[in-house]
């Protein structure tokens, strides 16, 4: 039996209906929506496309105009040219879009080629050389500043440091700009040319400040055949040259070097390098032409000039000069150091055995100064001029006291060579008087010359001692030697009184009339020799002159005066007793001021 269902109400019945026209219509919705979707998505690309296929004619405009008026908008148009290459690189399905990507290329083309016109430009302009004026006053603020002397510059070195010793080399608003168009440069893959440009625009600027502040290239033939006071002037010239490169240009030019190229992959190190490269082998090639041309002793001095500043310098070099594209420079200077080092002492040593072997033959007549006394002395003076650059250079194989007392030993063995080679001399003398007065103004010369001078630091005060008693013996020994004999002829001794029945011809102690005569006789014989010789000889220190004629009449006229009141009574009754009595005391003592008084050489001066 068929089962019937129960009918469903009326209203319950539309219902049903109307879910199942609705189930319908979602479905049909839902097809419909996803063909929507589509549709609107091929829309919306080709509206990107028409967008990308517009902006090359917005940007030509800016590209064309170039980055000199605003760079920054410049910027910005090449990098929305860029975008419309990325779009239509990455999606493939228009086609057409060939003649839009031409259009964004050369464009691109064009806006490289004016970006690099306009870096050209720019360093071009800002790439001058600096007044020599200012490269001179910054070296002198720089060198007031490390001395601690920030009151000379007017400023403190905590406020404005950089300001006092490094000029502008280029504006610093301007740097900016050349960091962004040297990054733009680098991502168009014009790295090349940006390097180029800014190497050649640098060096050229550094080689022109040198050049304008007197640097040459100078041959070996040209320094040997240099006349001294010629080279002393360019080494000056060198030295402050070599200073203001270091400290300030190439201290600069690494600054704004590293500002430049901040965070682009860019080798500032190998650019660097060769921008400072030629300036820097100019300096040292001169330097080094110096070291190894015909050595002289006063050359001494411009080894240690040269070394003093080299030294100094060592440590920014090594700052300056880091990395492995500036080692080859860095080393340069370093090995120029040590060869201006080797070079002094070596000269040093040759003047020490030149001290030594001296065999001059000039014979001081007068006994004065010998003139090698008075150039082995200048040149210890000299030395001492530059005692603490001597100490950094023994520095070099002795430690810090050992430096000290190594300039000491130096200084003490050229004064005793010295003195050494001065006994020899005195022995080409014949008259021994003269070879004791001329050994006591050379060795007086020396002692007065280090007790005024640094010398006396390093010799202390028992050498002055020592040698000032060495100066007194062979004023002793001249008195001896010289006024010995005369002295003799005033010396009688008594042979026993003949009472008041004595012969008028015989003294009440026995001594004969034609004796005394004959004694004054040999004494004024005698005393005239001395006075026509000693007055030519020289004893150019006014007081050690003084005084050893001083020495003299205390003896000499003492004993004369005895004389003449013991025995003057028997010539004195002669018909003409000047003959033999020829000199009152008085006169003999201005006669004895005459001595010492021969012409004395310029070089005494002190």
Same mark, same amino acid.
């Given at each position: 039996?068929?089962?019937?269902?129960?009918?469903?109400?009326?209203?319950?019945?539309?219902?049903?209906?109307?879910?199942?026209?609705?189930?319908?219509?979602?479905?049909?919705?839902?097809?419909?929506?996803? /063909?929507?979707?589509?549709?609107?998505?091929?829309?919306?690309?080709?509206?990107?496309a028409i967008e990308a296929s517009i902006r090359p004619a917005q940007a030509e405009a800016v590209i064309l105009r170039g980055p000199h008026e605003n760079l920054k908008n410049f910027l910005e148009a090449v990098d929305?040219?860029?975008?419309?290459?990325?779009?239509?690189?990455?999606?493939?399905?228009?086609?057409?879009?060939? /003649?839009?990507?031409?259009?964004?290329?050369?464009?691109?083309?064009?806006?490289?080629?004016?970006?690099?016109?306009?870096?050209?430009?720019?360093?071009?302009?800002?790439?001058k050389p600096i007044e020599p004026n200012l490269l001179f006053d910054c070296l002198l603020k720089h060198l007031m500043l490390s001395k601690g002397n920030s009151e000379a510059v007017g400023e403190q070195p905590s406020k404005s440091f950089e300001a006092a010793i490094h000029p502008t080399l280029i504006p610093s608003g301007i740097l900016p700009l050349l960091h962004d168009i040297a990054c733009q440069l680098v991502q168009d893959g014009n790295q090349k040319s940006c390097y180029r440009i800014y190497?050649?625009?640098?060096?050229?600027?550094?080689?022109?400040?040198?050049?304008?502040?007197?640097?040459?290239?100078?041959?070996?033939?040209?320094?040997?055949?240099?006349?001294?006071?010629?080279? *002393?002037?360019?080494?000056?010239?060198?030295?402050?040259?070599?200073?203001?490169?270091?400290?300030?240009?190439l201290a600069g030019e690494r600054k704004i070097c590293? *500002?430049?190229?901040?965070?682009?992959?860019?080798?500032?190190?190998?650019?660097?390098?060769?921008?400072?490269?030629?300036?820097?082998?100019?300096?040292?090639?001169?330097?080094?032409?110096?070291?190894?041309?015909?050595?002289?002793?006063?050359?001494?001095?411009?080894?240690?000039?040269?070394?003093?500043?080299m030294h100094e310098l060592q440590s920014e070099v090594e700052v300056i000069f880091q990395g492995k594209f500036c080692s080859e420079m860095k080393e340069a200077a370093l090995n120029l150091t040590k060869s201006l080092a080797q070079v002094a002492q070596e000269i040093l040593v040759d003047f020490e055995e030149a001290v030594v072997k001296d065999s001059s033959k000039i014979n001081m007549q007068n006994g004065t100064v010998h003139p090698f006394t008075i150039e082995v002395i200048k040149y210890v003076k000299s030395l001492l001029d530059y005692q603490s650059t001597l100490q950094i250079l023994f520095q070099q194989s002795e430690t810090?006291?050992?430096?000290?007392?190594?300039?000491?030993?130096?200084?003490?063995?050229?004064?005793?060579?010295?003195q050494n080679n001065l006994n020899g001399k005195s022995k080409q003398y014949k008259d021994s008087a003269l070879s004791h007065i001329f050994l006591m103004n050379n060795l007086h010369y020396m002692v007065t010359s280090v007790r005024r001078s640094q010398a006396k630091d390093i010799l202390g005060g028992d050498w002055i001692q020592r040698h000032r008693k060495i100066v007194q013996q062979n004023a002793n020994q001249y008195k001896r030697v010289a006024w010995a004999r005369i002295l003799q002829t005033l010396t009688i001794q008594a042979t026993g009184g003949t009472g008041s029945s004595a012969p008028s011809d015989v003294s009440s102690s026995g001594v004969s009339r034609s004796m005394i005569k004959e004694r004054f006789k040999s004494f004024n014989a005698q005393f005239e020799e001395l006075h026509a010789i000693q007055s030519q000889w020289t004893i150019p220190? *006014?007081?050690?002159?003084?005084?050893?004629?001083?020495?003299?009449?205390?003896?000499?006229l003492p004993a004369y005066r005895s004389f003449i009141n013991r025995f003057g009574n028997l010539v004195q009754r002669e018909k003409n007793p000047h003959k033999h009595f020829k000199h009152s005391p008085e006169a003999l003592e201005q006669l004895l001021g005459q001595f010492f008084q021969g012409q004395q050489v310029g070089e005494q001066k002190q």
């Open positions: 039996m068929e089962r019937t269902w129960p009918r469903l109400p009326e209203g319950m019945e539309a219902l049903s209906r109307q879910v199942s026209a609705l189930r319908e219509a979602l479905e049909q919705s839902e097809e419909n929506t996803q /063909g929507m979707v589509a549709a609107l998505g091929s829309f919306d690309s080709r509206v990107s929305l040219l860029k975008g419309v290459v990325n779009f239509f690189s990455l999606d493939k399905n228009f086609k057409n879009c060939e /003649g839009v990507l031409n259009q964004v290329n050369n464009l691109l083309t064009k806006s490289a080629l004016k970006i690099e016109e306009e870096f050209r430009q720019l360093m071009g302009t800002y790439s190497r050649d625009a640098r060096r050229s600027a550094l080689e022109l400040s040198l050049r304008n502040l007197g640097i040459e290239t100078l041959s070996k033939d040209d320094v040997e055949r240099m006349q001294r006071v010629a080279l *002393q002037v360019n080494i000056g010239t060198w030295t402050q040259c070599m200073q203001i490169t270091v400290k300030v240009l590293d *500002q430049i190229f901040d965070g682009i992959a860019f080798n500032k190190d190998q650019c660097f390098a060769e921008l400072a490269g030629g300036s820097v082998t100019t300096l040292l090639s001169f330097a080094d032409t110096v070291a190894r041309s015909k050595r002289s002793h006063e050359n001494l001095f411009l080894m240690l000039e040269m070394y003093g500043v810090g006291s050992e430096a000290e007392s190594q300039l000491a030993i130096v200084i003490m063995k050229i004064m005793q060579d010295l220190d *006014q007081e050690l002159q003084d005084n050893l004629r001083l020495a003299v009449a205390e003896v000499l």
